[in-house]
Nanobody
Framework: VQLQESGPGLVKPSQTLSLTCTVS??????????WSWIRQPPGKGLEWMGA???????YYSPSLKSRTSISRDTSKNQFTLQLTSVTPEDTAIYYC?????????WGQGTQVTVSS
């Protein structure tokens, strides 16, 4: 399974950050997979933001739940992150990730900077 993040590298404060993860080599509806967004702010560790399961169910980090939405387009084999009301503290490398059992797959990550 290969994952590729895409989206704008610069977002203004208070706007909505939107990123897409395009999946190849496997279907996002394959049983037992879940698909996550994870970020790493500069100088900090990885932060799990949320996930969408193969069934379409979604789960979010409690600290980000009010601002985060993850959806999917099965026809394009993509899943999307939306993060509203961004601030400079949302500046990070954003990764999409897939897990099936003991197997984990990562995208290469995309830098998003929040700045006016």
């Amino acid at each position: 399974v290969q994952l590729q993040e895409s989206g704008p590298g610069l977002v203004k404060p208070s706007q909505t950050l939107s990123l897409t993860c395009t999946v190849s080599g496997g279907s996002i509806t394959t049983n037992s997979y879940y698909w996550s967004w994870i970020r790493q702010p500069p100088g900090k560790g990885l932060e799990w933001m949320g996930a969408i399961f193969y069934s379409g169910s979604t789960y979010y980090s409690p600290s980000l739940k009010s601002r985060t939405s993850i959806s999917r387009d099965t026809s394009k084999n993509q899943f999307t992150l939306q993060l509203t009301s961004v601030t400079p503290e949302d500046t990070a490398i954003y990764y999409c990730n897939a897990v099936q059992g003991l197997r984990t797959f990562w995208g290469q990550g995309t830098q998003v900077t929040v700045s006016s």
